[in-house]
């Protein structure tokens, strides 16, 4: 891959590329309220909603380890088709769910379609975030740039997904938003296969599965500091403060559960398009065009230390319950959301300034391994601390995680700095 893609069809190839994930995680997104929300009505009890979602975060690990492989194999567009086409399908099957199956039938089939829909979503993120890095200007600043307006524009689209689900589940029931959802899919997906332009690189047969593990410190050391980062945000953000919000916010009857619904996800859409916009300002807040990679790297430690603080204090003040509660809840956890970003942010671009062109899908695919993994024990966590200790346990919880970020990117600064 030369530089050649920072010319006209490089920014073609990177705008055709968002276009395609951002259709994605629109799914992605509205089909986490759908799954969650509906189950919840069902009766399902939190550590159960979290089963539902555990095989989709197993299946991202799997996925994210072999998809950087598949991709340097078999070329960057097809890994991006097979997510697109891998999510219809799981959609599609969704759709067939029937309410009077077993509970223990229905919760495993549920388990399965998602677990298709995590292999989906992180074969289309590997491959867009691995595009960013080929395609990208080389000047100052232009990196982070280009990753930050794809990451925060992404987890704006998500967010409107979350809102997405909770109105269409309120407005059309479980199986027509699926199967509507699948259909809008699958025109997208013909026509960008239509309209990609060149530039994304083909793959090469000389691609060895055993590449795969990195032999890099310092993507290692992110690579942990990212598992645990994700893991202190879906801890509570998975099942634990949704739920909460809806003992607090529904009176039990049919109407009670409607305004719960577009209240819980109006929530969960401002939270993640707010996430979004703070990754795309990320650049700016850091003065990255002018600052030496070097201190990204000590940035890292500075805003995890600051993220621990603010979970911390909540899990703190959610031991002394009061109607003051979900207000301060509401307004800490949106704090959270803008130091949680600017992390993200920063974790998005160290993994590209760490890795070579050479090596991009096979380092880009362990680092978001390593992200699912956080997502997956966060998951796991998030129903389990809910339903043993409530929303106090579910946050302690998430203060560890964040902690053991916060080490971990400790050591992250005291290693070589980025190429």
Not at 120 to 142: F, I
Not at 251 to 262: Q, V
Not at 398 to 407: D, P, R
Request: glycine residues 10%; proline residues 3%.
């Amino acid at each position: 891959m030369t530089r050649a893609a920072q010319k006209p069809e490089g920014l073609s190839a990177y705008i055709a590329v968002t276009a395609a994930y951002w259709a994605f995680m629109l799914t992605d997104g509205a089909l986490r309220m759908l799954v969650l929300l509906h189950f919840h009505t069902l009766g399902f009890s939190a550590f159960t909603l979290a089963w539902l979602f555990l095989l989709y975060e197993f299946m991202g690990v799997v996925t994210n380890l072999s998809a950087g492989w598949i991709a340097a194999r078999f070329g960057l567009t097809t890994t991006l088709y097979a997510g697109l086409s891998l999510q219809i399908v799981a959609l599609a099957a969704l759709s067939q769910l029937a309410p009077e199956w077993a509970v223990a039938f229905s919760v495993v089939y549920v388990m399965v379609v998602q677990g298709l829909s995590g292999i989906a979503k992180d074969l289309a993120k590997m491959s867009s975030k691995s595009a960013v890095k080929l395609l990208a200007p080389s000047g100052q600043g232009g990196l982070f740039k280009w990753v930050a307006v794809l990451t925060g524009s992404k987890n704006a689209v998500k967010g409107l997904g979350f809102l997405l689900g909770a109105a269409l589940l309120a407005l059309w029931g479980f199986t027509t938003s699926v199967v509507g959802m699948a259909a809008v899919l699958i025109v997208i997906l013909i026509a960008v296969a239509l309209f990609m332009p060149s530039g994304l690189p083909k793959g090469s047969k000389s691609a060895k599965f055993s590449q795969v593990w990195s032999k890099d410190a310092n993507i290692n050391r992110l690579s942990l500091a990212r598992m645990f980062l994700f893991g202190a945000r879906d801890v509570w953000f998975v099942v634990g403060v949704p739920v909460y919000f809806y003992g607090v916010l529904s009176d039990g009857s049919h109407e009670g559960n409607r305004a719960a619904f577009f209240m819980i996800g109006s929530f969960m859409a401002v939270w993640i398009i707010a996430y979004g916009a703070v990754q795309a300002w990320a650049p700016k807040l850091l003065r990255a065009a002018t600052r030496p990679e070097g201190e990204m790297t000590h940035a890292a430690t500075t805003w995890v230390g600051l993220l621990t603080l603010v979970i911390g204090t909540l899990a703190l003040l959610s031991l002394f319950p009061g109607p003051w509660l979900t207000p301060v809840l509401v307004a800490g956890l949106l704090v959270f959301g803008f130091v949680f970003a600017v992390n993200s942010s920063v974790h998005s671009y160290l993994i590209l300034a760490f890795t070579s062109h050479e090596r991009v899908t096979m380092d880009v695919g362990f680092y978001y391994m390593s992200n699912a993994a956080g997502r997956l024990i966060g998951t796991l966590l998030s129903g389990l601390s809910f339903q043993t200790g409530g929303l106090p346990l579910c946050l302690g919880t998430a203060a560890a995680m964040a902690g053991a970020s916060y080490l971990s990117a400790r050591r992250l600064a005291a290693g070589q700095n980025p190429a």
